[in-house]
């Protein structure tokens, strides 16, 4: 690990680096993740309870082993040039997730973690850029966790990355405006060219002035906010935007990448069926100019995999009764953020175009382990096997089915398509593809009979069939259940029109697709699926 580089030796070391760094991107990826308590097995004497080392939640080897899988799938997955991470709780903890990651061949030669203060979990960085020093910045107050802030060099540029863990809504506003203060006094001791972002978990929603004003508990400062009042993200009662951003350059205001996105997208955890947005990146003005680093615009986004959802929820790591004993299942309680920047000048995106890299070859079943929304990657030999008006289900041979929503009308039954797919959403937990592009027929009319769902099955309610179609199932309807198998049942889901069967009576469906609607159904859109 580099550590904190003295004043004494900085400029012998930053012409080191940048004689040898390994980083040469013309774009590259940045990206924030808290990974919801990496904990190593050293007794520390700071450990949450349910994370002492071998005690009675089970904090042992193996639920570490597979905590370091599921985070480095993760973020091999992402595959972000820097990764900014939240909720590690040691040098120790990040040494073990780096050589994790190793095994996807996606190690990172420098690392960085904040190393004073008594917090129990830290920042704490990944990165392809050489680290020319860092610092740590304390808003004060026992606990509190210290900002980490880092300067990479990229290409020759310094970039400056503050990296934030502020105080849970366990505590009021002005515990979170302390953290704020202190960064912004950082911030503002920058030059004006400055090249930074600011990122992390702010435990404070994009809009915070709006969502918390009615919150008592939380609201202790009379309305002002650490997120949008202290760090400049708010202009009277108006969010900052990027022209806004560039027009008054010369204004301390920071630019929230939430705003990127359509609404209904713009959050990245979940609190009592609640969607936050905590996680974010800032950017400043100096990101939207024509020299050093540059956003490239509308490249924000979650990163949101369908194995990082349980049903429709995010598949946060699980505990007996939330803080109980380890069950080595599920990632975090949060999704991973990020964007791309670039060393050439900022130009605006045209039509709110978002930014995509270049169409990448992906199978049916990597669609599933990619973020939603704007996507781009080429699919071939899709099979069509089943249409219902715009919509279809297309699979490929020996892989995995996905439902195509409103965008299949170019699609016929039984042919072989090459196309790519520009667009993934999750509807009620669902994973659909919402937009095509590049369509070419490549063969058909095909069997269908390989492509569909025969007995024996022995669960359709297994997440790698979600969105199969059925061959031919027998079963009893019963109460709006398909039962079938040794005891194993299903909901079913009749569209309008569709005529219900007789409850108790025997039945046979055919030729009906697996859906998912909060939980699995098998839905039932024509006449005759079901007999």
Not at 208 to 216: L, M
Not at 320 to 347: C, I, M, Q
Request: glycine residues 10%; neutral net charge.
């Amino acid at each position: 690990m580099r550590r904190l580089i003295k004043p004494a030796v900085f400029v012998f070391c930053t012409l080191l680096i940048l004689g040898f760094s390994s980083g040469h991107a013309k774009t590259f990826k940045i990206a924030s993740y808290n990974v919801e308590n990496l904990f190593d097995l050293k007794t520390h004497g700071t450990e949450y309870s349910d994370y002492v080392p071998n005690g009675p939640s089970g904090w042992n080897q193996e639920m570490l082993d597979i905590k370091l899988s599921r985070i480095a799938r993760v973020l091999a997955d992402l595959d972000a040039d820097i990764v900014c991470l939240q909720e590690i709780e040691s040098e120790e903890a990040l040494s073990l997730l780096n050589r994790r990651l190793s095994r996807f061949q996606k190690g990172y030669p420098y690392t960085a973690i904040a190393q004073e203060g008594s917090s129990t979990v830290r920042c704490a960085a990944l990165s392809r850029f050489a680290v020319v020093s860092q610092q740590e910045i304390y808003s004060g107050g026992a606990g509190h966790r210290g900002i980490l802030k880092l300067t990479l060099s990229i290409e020759g540029v310094f970039l400056i990355v503050y990296i934030n863990h502020w105080k849970s809504k366990t505590g009021p506003e002005s515990m979170r405006i302390a953290y704020a203060r202190a960064l912004a006094a950082s911030i503002g001791s920058l030059g004006p060219s400055a090249e930074f972002i600011v990122t992390g978990d702010f435990n404070s929603d994009y809009d915070e002035y709006r969502s918390f004003k009615g919150e008592k508990r939380l609201n202790d400062t009379g309305g002002i906010t650490g997120i949008n009042h202290v760090l400049a993200t708010l202009e009277g009662d108006c969010l900052i935007d990027e022209t806004t951003l560039i027009r008054r350059k010369g204004r301390p205001y920071l630019y929230n990448l939430w705003l990127e996105l359509p609404e209904k997208r713009r959050w990245s955890t979940e609190f009592f069926g609640e969607k936050n947005s905590p996680d974010s990146i800032l950017l400043s003005s100096a990101m939207y100019d024509e020299k050093g680093i540059s956003y490239i615009d509308n490249s924000f986004d979650r990163f949101d995999p369908d194995y990082l959802f349980y049903g429709n929820r995010i598949y946060r790591w699980q505990q007996e009764n939330g803080r109980g004993r380890h069950l080595g299942e599920g990632y975090s309680d949060h999704l991973p953020v990020f964007a791309w920047f670039t060393t050439d000048a900022f130009k605006f995106a045209s039509a709110n175009t978002p930014f995509m890299p270049e169409a990448t070859p992906v199978s049916i079943a990597g669609l599933y382990e990619i973020n939603t929304g704007k996507v781009n990657g080429r699919v071939t030999n899709c099979v069509v096997i089943y249409k219902n008006g715009e919509n279809a289900v297309i699979k490929q041979k020996n892989g995995r089915a996905i439902y195509v929503y409103q965008v299949a009308d170019e699609l016929e039954t039984g042919r072989v398509y090459d196309l790519t797919v520009t667009g993934l959403n999750r509807d009620y937990g669902n994973l659909e593809v919402t937009d095509l592009t590049g369509i070419k027929q490549v063969g058909g009319p095909v069997s269908m009979s390989p492509y569909l769902l025969y007995p024996p099955v022995d669960d359709l309610s297994a997440p790698h069939l979600r969105n199969e179609v059925i061959g031919k199932l027998s079963g009893t309807y019963e109460d709006g259940r398909l039962f079938y198998g040794k005891g194993k049942s299903i909901r079913l889901y009749f569209s309008k029109g569709v005529a219900f069967p007789k409850n108790n009576s025997s039945v046979e469906i055919s030729g009906a697709r697996i859906g998912y609607h909060l939980d699995p159904e098998i839905v039932i859109e024509k006449t005759g699926q079901i007999h």
